[in-house]
């Protein structure tokens, strides 16, 4: 007998012409990829811009005017709202017309000259406490920046209280001229998109294998179709085998585009091993599509399978590292989150992609996921089994 | 379009008016140019196979969905101006019940009853009423989805009936109802015909039609006839016969005779072959057929799938070419499928009980029972979609148990419900057939081209199954059943709801493959379906209660009259006589 025999063949291509022929699968595996693409790299970014903030220049000198005209030439300011008295500036915070607003003293430019210590305010809406906190980031730098290039010795700051209402902060020492210089390895310019983008390719790749298999069963159950493959010679281990290879498919070109997308599209470095990666990718897809068959064997309808899909899939994403850090999650949850594949596999992910992951490393990660993945299609087995019982 | 006015007095009567009703879907025409009257006090029957527009014809009516074309009056309203008024007039009982599984019955009737906005005091009259109507009382704690079917349509008709409507729509109440509940809805809708409603019964079943005080056939978004059953059946005198036991074998005797120029219609009953005569054709030619398979055409009463038959202009021919291109079935063995001591338990119910039977090759073999007596059960450890709790079930002598792939690659299923697969054409759905049971090539080619062939699927190849018409559907069900050329065929409940032109060919398919030597197993709720099979087994409480021919069991339970009751009298007469043994109160309950 040749090797696909017909029987696995004939339901090889009937579950590839079952993903393909349905519209609405079709759509699930091309739209949300490419809005997710587009929604996480451009729109959901934790840089700053296009940012209102709100000036109240009181000084008359050369330094309060210099200070304005880099703000107003920074690249995160869009707009600078001008103001000319306390009472303005918290009118402004609190109608969130401006994210964080700068009171520059009368004394700023004197005491820069007289080579003592100068000071501006920044009041910051501590309502939006991450984006007011990058902000300050910001402004301290460009702060530095003025100090660097004045030829006189650095200003000093003092401390004054913050308004009240609004959440107040004030502007920290500027750097240090012989204080340390921040230098971030792989990734100097802390670009965002680069940590997005390799890791959206893991995300996207689980939901559309998670989905494409969990479909798969529910939907022959809910039509009826299960049964006629049930009574047909198939044995559960085919059914199982045959399930995955769409999946497999799918899930590797998806994986496949989504690093194209990164390194040619969105000019993200690739360090690694591209051979490593993809047989991690290959095992990463395995291990879901066990998790996928095992919803859809305990689903009925396909509305539940994709019910489940979620419920398994949106808990697996934030406790796999992609949202925060694993190391800052409890003990159990950090247990927890090493059987979870696509842990184990955005570590992978971003260190080929930033940092050339050495293959040990890779294999310290990989093998978790063959141990997942053995478990769950022996479990998805099992179940299809069950069903014969 | 024909606008028929209604004269004066016979407007009086008239709980439903339907003039020049169109209703399109789309591209589709549902229901064209329809025009019919359903008079108060009396039981219409809504009759014609599955897609005929039963349905929808019945939702116009309940004001559910607003005519194309054409008006639709019950009770002298609108049903498109004054919408609103019709769910206080009407009772509506869908096919799919309207009920809340996890309440139990009384908690439905209540829930139905506020939704009828009735006051208190009407309401403890009315369920103590309609729970004797429909003998549920004792059962008002169980929960809804607990309920047999049969009693799930008797809570459904209450909640339909709690309002005392004029005009009772009843969607399809026979479906999945065993012979015994089918009774007693039956009498309780001729209580409420008597009382004045207007009772519309929708069906599928041609049977059903002839217990109606007047019946409307739909076909195709037509009415075939309009007027009482026996208005029908009258056009069909002395055009119906029946040739009781004859030689060599009835279905070969009923191939040939289909195959006659004045015969258009033919089926089995039991040792008997049934024909019906063209019009005007000339009884001469069937006697001597009927004398030279050692028999005589005997004069039968016709009946109103007769006529519908006839109204469609007749049967198909007798040959099946699909039987025809088929080897002769060899097996080592006689025995083709074997069970012995069957059991399965779920949990602490037991389904099956220690059932066994010996099904021999190229035998048809029927197994019967009302819903929740086990032989879905039995039929799906036959074939192996459930393991045994105990007891061995073998096809072709293969054990299912320990040899599962190979004893399924000896058996076509073909189920109820089709199952094909809707997202792959119909060629692809036969290539994946071919496939599975492990056709390859040219093989696999030039079967699949057969297959296009015999069952003229050429012009759907492209199109998905579930566009077909129903008899297409059925057919290519039936090509990827046979495709291998399985000597062992499990259909389960294949032709409910079809057509019966297309029920007669599958029949002349099923048939023909008999004659070379196939074997079939068919679970039926169809009684006409039980005709066909050589032996039936009747499946009651887990067990089988009796298993032989079924002219046979008719004789047993005939009790000496010299007329053979139908299939269905037999089968509630062996049903009431176990009940009677073991109990002598329950079987007056169910009675």
């Known amino acids: 007998m040749s090797w696909p025999s017909p029987r696995i063949r004939a339901q090889i291509v009937k579950e590839l012409l079952s993903v393909w022929r349905d519209p609405k699968s079709r759509f699930l595996l091309i739209g949300p990829p490419i809005f997710q693409l587009l929604i996480f790299s451009f729109a ?346 | 379009m024909s606008v028929t006015a209604a004269s004066p007095e016979a407007a009086h009567t008239a709980a439903i008016e339907i003039i020049g009703l169109t209703k399109r879907f789309g591209a589709v025409d549902a229901l064209r140019d329809l025009t019919a009257r359903i008079e108060a006090g009396r039981l219409t029957g809504l009759v014609g196979p599955d897609g005929a527009g039963k349905t929808t ?116 109440p026979g479906v999945g109802v065993d012979p015994v509940s089918r009774q007693d809805l039956w009498r309780m809708v001729n209580a409420l015909t008597a009382d004045g409603v207007a009772v519309v019964w929708a069906t599928a079943y041609l049977d059903e039609a ?93 009946r109103f799938e007769d006529g519908f038959v006839d109204l469609l202009g007749g049967g198909p021919g007798g040959t099946s070419v699909l039987a025809e291109r088929m080897a002769p079935v060899s097996l080592a063995g006689e025995l083709a499928v074997e069970c012995r001591a069957l059991t399965r338990r779920f949990g602490e119910f037991t389904a099956t009980d220690r059932v066994s039977f010996q099904v021999a090759k190229g035998e048809i073999f029927g197994l019967l029972g009302p819903n929740g007596a086990g032989k879905s059960t039995t039929f799906k450890m036959l074939c192996g979609l459930l393991k045994p709790t105990a007891g061995e079930a073998l096809v072709t002598g293969l054990n299912l148990r320990t040899a599962a792939s190979a004893a399924k690659s000896r058996l076509g299923y073909m189920a109820q419900k089709f199952s094909l697969y809707g997202l792959l054409s119909v060629r692809q759905n036969l290539e994946f057939s071919a496939g599975v049971y492990g056709l390859d090539g040219a093989a696999k080619h030039t079967r699949i081209e057969e297959m296009i062939e015999i069952f003229h699927l050429q012009a759907y190849l492209k199109s998905s199954p579930d566009e077909l018409p129903l008899g297409y559907r059925q057919r290519l069900a039936l090509a990827c059943a046979v495709m291998h050329e399985p000597p062992v065929l499990f259909l389960d409940e294949p032709t409910s709801g079809v057509d019966p032109i297309t029920r007669r060919e599958f029949w002349t398919h099923i048939n023909g493959m008999v004659r070379k030597g196939v074997t079939v197993l068919v679970t039926t709720h169809f009684m006409d379906e039980a005709e066909y099979c050589d032996r039936v087994a009747l499946m009651y409480r887990a067990r089988v209660i009796a298993l032989d021919a079924p002219d046979a069991l008719k004789r047993e339970a005939s009790a000496g009259d010299s007329e053979l009751p139908t299939m269905e009298n037999t089968f509630i007469h062996l049903i009431e006589a176990i009940d009677a043994a073991d109990n002598a109160p329950a079987a007056q309950e169910v009675a």
């Open chain 1, 44 to 389: 959901a970014t934790l840089e700053l811009r296009n940012v209102a903030v709100g000036v109240c220049n009181r000084d008359n000198g050369r330094w309060g005017h210099e200070l304005v005209s880099r703000l107003g030439a920074a690249a995160f300011v869009r707009h600078l709202r001008p103001a000319h008295s306390a009472a303005e500036i918290r009118d402004m915070l609190d109608r969130r017309l401006v994210l964080a607003a700068i009171d520059i003293p009368e004394t700023f430019s004197r005491d820069l000259v007289a080579l003592r210590p100068a000071s501006v305010q920044v009041i910051l809406d501590g309502r939006r406490a991450n984006s007011a906190q990058i902000l300050l980031g910001y402004l301290n730098a460009l702060v530095g920046g003025l100090n660097a290039d004045r030829t006189s010795p650095p200003a000093g700051n003092d401390s004054r209280l913050p308004l009240e209402g609004a959440g107040g902060e004030w502007l920290p020492p500027a750097a240090d001229r012989d204080g340390l210089a921040v230098r971030h390895w792989f990734n100097p310019n802390l670009i965002y998109r680069w940590f997005i983008v390799p890791s959206l390719g893991g995300v996207l790749v689980m939901f559309a294998t998670l989905l494409v298999t969990a479909l798969s069963i529910a939907r022959e159950r809910e039509l009826g179709t299960f049964d006629q493959l049930l009574v047909s010679p198939c044995t559960p281990t085919e059914i199982v085998l045959t399930k995955l290879v769409p999946a497999l498919l799918i899930g590797t070109v998806m994986g496949l585009v989504m690093a194209a997308a990164g390194v040619f599209g969105f000019g993200v470095p690739f360090t690694g091993s591209f051979p490593l990666l993809f047989c991690s990718l290959l095992l990463f897809i395995v291990s879901i599509v066990g998790i996928g068959l095992m919803i859809s064997s305990i689903c009925s309808t396909q509305q539940q399978a994709i019910l489940g899909t979620f419920a398994m899939g949106v808990p697996a994403v934030l406790m796999s590292g992609f949202a925060t850090p694993v190391e800052n999650m409890p003990q159990l949850l950090q247990g927890i989150a090493q059987i979870i594949p696509l842990t184990h596999y955005l570590i992978i992910l971003q260190g080929s992609f930033l940092k050339a992951l050495p293959a040990s490393e890779i294999l310290a990660h990989a093998w978790p996921m063959a141990a997942i993945a053995a478990v769950t299609l022996s479990a998805a087995t099992v179940f299809v089994r069950s069903k014969l019982q």
């Open chain 2, 57 to 172: 014809l019945m939702r116009l009516m309940a004001g559910l969905m607003r005519p194309s074309a054409g008006t639709i009056r019950v009770l002298g309203h609108d049903t498109a101006r004054d919408a609103g008024r019709i769910p206080a007039l009407t009772g509506y009982m869908p096919q799919r019940f309207g009920l809340y599984e996890d309440l139990t019955v009384i908690e439905n009737l209540r829930l139905y009853a506020r939704l009828r906005a009735l006051g208190r005091t009407e309401l403890t009259a009315g369920f103590d009423r309609l729970l004797t109507f429909t003998r549920l009382g004792p059962f008002t704690a169980r929960l809804a989805g607990r309920l047999s079917g049969g009693m799930k349509q008797k809570l459904g008709l209450a909640c339909a009936l709690m309002a005392e409507p004029r005009v009772l729509l009843l969607d399809e």
């Open chain 2, 210 to 302: 002839e217990r109606c005080d007047t019946v409307i056939l739909l076909n195709a978004g037509q009415v075939q006839f309009s007027g009482p059953p026996d208005e029908l059946t009258a056009t069909l005198a002395d055009r119906s016969f029946r040739l009781p036991q004859p030689r060599p074998d009835r279905r070969l005797v009923l191939s040939r005779a289909l195959d006659l120029p004045s015969v258009c219609d033919g089926v089995i009953q039991g040792e008997a072959v049934r024909v019906v005569l063209r019009q005007g054709a000339d009884r001469q030619e069937i006697d001597t057929f009927a004398e030279s398979v050692g028999t005589a055409a005997v004069p039968v009463p016709p």
